[in-house]
């Protein structure tokens, strides 16, 4: 029986890393998108839905699917998830225009959110209390693995064949999974009563979400850092979120039930998870727009400098859970958090000639990418560890999804905040910027004037992104002091456990 639970669960780890991977593959290709549907380049904030659709597509549908799978089963809803996912990648896949690509992605947001807590709650039917966090743990990797390799895929298939590819590979890939998942995964649902369902929460959270999303999308930076109807619309998503806590609180059916939690440690948990999710999308997305606007690469030498990131990322990834299980979660999530903000204060602090400046023989560039990406991964096993000290067994399943939950909401409101700041600053910039127009001036003068105006525009872009990892520099320092207050002790409530030989033969 262990050997089909862990097929079992190894195949929802797939899916997981399918979706993950989906995640992020436009961080690298976003230049290569915008030229392809004509867009031009300095009206990169055009754009932004694209990512920030997926990530709210994510964030709304995880809990509230993941709950649905309670009642009908985790089978039947990992099918539904990839079928939606298959749509969503056709509809990418086909997209002229940015309206029907925003769609795709966020079709593709929505099933691939689901599919992590969907896959964990998996875990918690089939293993008992003992093995649960390790099998939890492997899950939450193959979620990190897609994350850090996503860029990667992104771009090697945009090189090899065309961007579009990408999103066109996932069709026999979902086929695939879809037919592992009907092999591998139990038809049966978890025992007992059928649960109610929170529609009113998951409403409430995606409403309130996608208002502060609308608020800050500027489709007119140069005019003013927010929107006209920016002010209004933030207050009625702050407005609608607070609703949603009150509704929490009061709810018989939760969205997320805290029930013998510790509070304190769980929201600073949280609140780490959520920051080093708004610092994890800013590097991948303006990483690779330094590669391609300031340094003249194409997405894959974009890539290629983005890897030192991401090589350190995953191998500080496995130190932090050896430092965690030795010291504990709190010391490797507040030196995590400490050594991304002074690696961000390198990048900010990066010069003029970037290509060129070292540390004796080392490029600095690459160097200051390693600590940065050093410091963010420590934090990736001890965050998902350090939840589950403050929660009872019971409820682990959900308090991993809540981590995710919290970092996925960072990257969501980080990009789409840091985006509205950095367009507007870059439009504020350039806005006495005249480009010389060759009719008017010899040719010689033309090249002169030309050369002038290109070192402008490139002096006010790395200002723009000077700033940008200024700000968040100063959320990692934020989330260093958030750290100090995560968890110092377990806690364990006894539970009666399932069922996993009966979910394996209720086929």
């Known amino acids: 029986m262990t050997g089909r639970r862990r097929v079992a669960v190894g195949v929802g780890g797939a899916v997981v890393l399918l979706a993950a991977l989906d995640a992020y593959v436009v961080t690298t290709i976003l230049v290569t998108i915008v030229g392809d549907l004509g867009i031009p380049v300095n009206r990169l904030e055009r754009i932004t839905p694209v ?9 709304a549908a995880m809990p509230l699917l993941g709950r649905l799978s309670d009642r009908f089963g985790r089978r039947s809803v990992i099918q539904l998830c990839l079928v939606v996912f298959a749509a969503g990648s056709l509809v990418t896949a086909l997209a002229d225009s940015l309206v029907p690509l925003t769609a795709g ?11 992590l807590p969907v896959t964990m709650a998996l875990a918690a039917d089939l293993f008992d209390e003992r093995r649960r966090p390790v099998v939890l743990g492997a899950i939450g ?3 990190e693995l897609g994350s850090a390799l996503g860029p990667l895929y992104g ?4 090189t090899a064949f065309d961007w579009r590819a990408i999103f066109w590979v996932n069709l026999p890939l979902t086929a695939a999974a879809m037919a592992a998942v009907h092999v591998a995964v139990p038809a049966g649902r978890p ?9 009113v929460g998951g409403l409430l959270l995606a409403l309130g979400l996608g208002l502060l999303v609308v608020a800050v999308y500027n489709p007119e930076p140069q005019e003013s850092a927010l929107p006209s109807w920016g002010l209004p619309v933030i207050g009625a998503g702050v407005a609608v979120l607070a609703l949603f806590v009150v509704w929490e609180v009061k709810a018989r059916t939760k969205l997320f039930d805290l029930a013998g939690a510790r509070r304190g440690p769980l929201f600073a948990t949280l609140g780490v998870s959520f920051l080093s999710g708004a610092a994890l999308i800013v590097t991948l997305v303006d990483v690779q727009l330094v590669a391609q606007t300031l340094l003249g690469k194409d997405a894959l030498g974009g890539a290629l400098l983005l ?3 991401l090589g350190a990322l995953l191998v500080a990834a496995v130190l932090g859970g050896l430092l965690a299980a030795r010291f504990g979660e709190r010391w490797p999530l507040v030196a995590g958090m400490a050594i991304a903000a002074g690696g961000y204060a390198l990048i900010a602090t990066w010069p003029a000639d970037m290509a060129a400046a070292t540390y004796g023989p080392l490029p600095r560039m690459d160097a200051d990418l390693v600590v940065t990406g050093l410091g963010l991964g420590l934090v990736i096993a001890p965050v998902s560890s350090a939840v589950l000290r403050v929660v009872p067994a019971a409820q682990f399943g959900i308090a991993s999804a809540m981590v995710v939950v919290a970092r996925m909401m960072g990257m969501l409101l980080g990009i789409a905040a840091l985006s509205a700041w950095g367009f507007h600053r870059f439009h504020a910039l350039t806005a006495d910027l005249q480009p010389p127009l060759p009719f008017l001036m010899p040719d010689a003068e033309f090249k002169i004037a030309m050369a002038r105006y290109t070192d402008a525009v490139q002096d006010a872009l790395r200002t723009e992104y000077q700033e940008i990892f200024w700000i968040t520099a100063a959320l990692c320092a934020l989330g260093a002091l958030l750290a100090l207050g995560t968890a110092a002790r377990p806690v364990r409530t006894p539970v009666a ?3 996993p030989e009966r979910l394996l033969t209720d086929r």
């Open 497 to 499: 456990e399932p069922s």
């Open 51 to 59: 990512i920030t659709g997926f990530l709210l597509g994510y964030v």
């Open 141 to 143: 990797s193959a979620q």
């Open 105 to 115: 992605r966020v079709l593709q947001g929505m099933a691939g959110g689901a599919l």
């Open 307 to 309: 890897a030192w990131f």
């Open 155 to 158: 771009a090697a298939l945009a």
């Open 191 to 199: 025992e007992g009563d059928r649960p109610r369902i929170d529609v």
